[in-house]
């Protein structure tokens, strides 16, 4: 079960708003964490709190394919990312860094609403609204890699996947 | 029960299942992976990190030298050096380097490393062109191709299917990136391709030859969706049969197959189209840009590289001079494309006619070497890309075209309208 505030964006957060090109020389998560939604919201890193969860709209993480756009949410301490959809590479990066992501194609959760997540039943409840959001589950394996912290760890553990 | 689209079906027969639906994620076999000279080494080191040391089939990873090579610089000679060190370590039965090189996605389909029902990836975004031979190609980071390297698979989210119905006739000096630009500007860019399988059908897809179906699913990924397909036919299996590397069955979406979309595009309406500088989507018809003035032509890359575009700039130039205010650079897409058209006499006729032709590689369309653009140049590019810095310069312009809208501007030194010749 993951709980946390969220903190709602709109439509189309491309990967330079999530991490500006200028820090993308480097993977070290120390760094990429600091920076992380600089340009989008100056004051997130300030006011975030380990664990909460970024909520955006259609087409999450477009543009540049860089990797490190879902490093970096996850090394400043976010614990998933919702949105109606996301761009195509953005989710194939997140799962395999080990970053929880849930599509839900019709909600209506701001910034400051508490809500719980229970990955494996793809349920999001907005404890704030007392609305109930259901997501695609994600696969059991897609857990277990998420669990391992990604696929790098998740292969050197199991040496292949388990079906 | 509804039926299933291609796509549908061979992300399900290749993760052993009988059906799978649009969002499910699966874990799927992969026939082929593709890496190059830019990310190979990176790709390999991923593999190492995986704490393997062999790829699951020396076979089915194809290495390619095409973005560096002819190394243009000192860096580029070493980064060569060290990715040859890298495959040579791995014992890769089929690497294509210089002297045997072309783009990754022409090396991969004319030698038969993808196959229709297959999925094959690369580290490359244009690995969509795939789906011209009925396979599913995508690209992936160096992270999934590392995987699928170790161990011949991947995952994938099915995606949902959009089908293209194209009917008529094909128009004189009409051409496959004539339709693939006028649905760019139909559908816009970001807009509702995202993650789609975009499939391709009807009698004037049937009427194309190959290279055309290659154009055509080589942009898909240009208009944000995931792979782009047409169904394996009698062409296809001619195409295949003296190069595939394995064995293949006929596969085609069920009758009943339910699409996001259907739209009807009737290609007797479609003339030559040019995308605008900076933005792919911002398409017009040729007559809406004709007299313009530009001092670069490109035809080459990926998506109109092969022996059918060089033909179409061989009928239009044979005989007659480039302008001579035209810098024009051609760039086959393979060396076996580059023989066929010596063969056929084209470069021939192209050198002849003030062309120069330079050895196959990714060329200028990577903004790295050979031709690329400067401060002020104004190019007329038959590839795949416009955005501001494509090229080289940010102080370029980059007007996307067809070969046949290219050959017939650098006549006249403006752009011209191929069917006015």
């Known amino acids: ?163 | 029960m509804a039926g299933m689209t291609i796509t549908e079906k061979i992300m399900a027969y290749n993760s052993g299942r009988d059906k799978v639906k649009p969002g499910e994620l699966v874990w799927t076999d992969v026939f082929s992976v593709m890496t190059m000279d830019y990310l190979g080494k990176s790709t390999f080191k991923s593999l190492h990190e995986l704490g393997k040391t062999e790829v699951f089939d020396r076979e089915r990873v194809i290495c390619v030298s095409d973005h560096l090579v002819p190394p243009p610089t000192p860096a580029f000679a070493t980064m060569l050096n060290e990715w040859r060190q890298v495959v040579k370590e791995h014992n890769i039965k089929y690497f294509y380097d210089l002297g045997r090189q072309g783009i990754a996605h022409q090396i991969m389909v004319e030698n038969g490393h993808v196959l229709p029902g297959k999925i094959s990836v690369g580290t490359d975004s244009h690995a969509n062109t795939y789906g011209a031979v009925g396979a599913v190609g995508n690209a992936v980071s160096v992270t999934d191709a590392a995987v699928a390297m170790a161990i011949g698979k991947c995952w994938f989210r099915v995606p949902e299917s959009v089908k293209f119905h194209i009917t008529g006739k094909w128009q004189p000096y009409v051409m496959a990136k004539d339709l693939s630009l006028h649905i760019m500007g139909m559908m816009h860019w970001n807009g509702h391709l995202i993650y789609k399988a975009l499939e391709y059908a009807g009698p004037a897809i049937e009427a194309l030859d190959i290279a055309g179906r290659m154009t055509l699913c080589n942009m898909t990924v240009d208009l944000g969706a995931k792979n782009g397909i047409i169904a394996p036919d009698q062409k296809t299996i001619d195409y295949l049969r003296p190069v595939q590397k394995g064995n293949w069955e006929m596969i085609a979406s069920d009758p009943d197959a339910h699409y996001d979309a259907v739209y009807e595009v009737d290609v007797t309406n479609i003339g030559p189209t040019v995308a605008l500088p900076d933005k792919l989507d911002n398409v017009v018809p040729v007559e809406k840009v004709v007299g313009r003035k530009f001092n670069k032509a490109f035809v080459g890359t990926c998506t109109n590289g092969r022996l059918e575009d060089i033909a179409v700039l061989s009928q239009i130039l044979k005989g007659k001079q480039v302008h001579p205010d035209v810098n024009f650079i051609l760039v086959p897409a393979s060396q076996q494309v580059y023989l066929d058209a010596l063969r056929a006499g084209y470069i021939t006729d192209l050198v002849e006619a003030g062309v120069a032709v330079d050895t196959p590689s990714c060329a200028s369309c990577a903004g790295i070497h050979t031709g690329v653009a400067g401060d002020g140049d104004i190019v007329l590019s038959a590839g795949n890309r416009n955005m501001k810095g494509r090229m080289g310069s940010k102080n370029a312009q980059i007007y996307l075209t067809s070969p046949a809208v290219v050959a017939a501007s650098a006549l006249s030194g403006v752009i011209s309208d191929p069917r006015l010749l």
């Open chain 1, 1 to 163: 079960m993951i709980t946390g505030f969220a903190h709602a964006y709109g439509d189309n957060i491309d990967t330079d708003r999530i991490i500006p090109g200028k820090y993308t020389k480097t993977l070290d998560i120390s760094q990429l964490s600091l920076h992380v939604l600089e340009d989008l919201d100056p004051d997130f890193r300030t006011r975030m709190q380990k664990g909460d969860i970024i909520v955006g709209g259609n087409n999450f993480g477009c543009g540049s394919s860089r990797e490190q756009a879902p490093v970096a949410i996850k090394a400043a301490g976010v614990s998933a990312v919702i949105a109606r959809f996301f761009a195509r590479i953005f989710y194939r990066n997140a799962i395999n860094i080990g970053l929880p992501l849930l599509e839900i194609p019709e909600h209506d959760i701001e910034t400051g609403h508490e809500l719980e997540i229970n990955l494996a039943q793809g349920i999001v409840l907005n404890k704030t609204t007392g609305k109930l959001h259901r997501a695609a589950p994600l696969p059991q394996v897609m857990m277990d890699i998420l669990a391992e912290g990604g696929l790098v760890n998740y292969l050197q553990k199991h040496g292949d996947y388990k079906l």
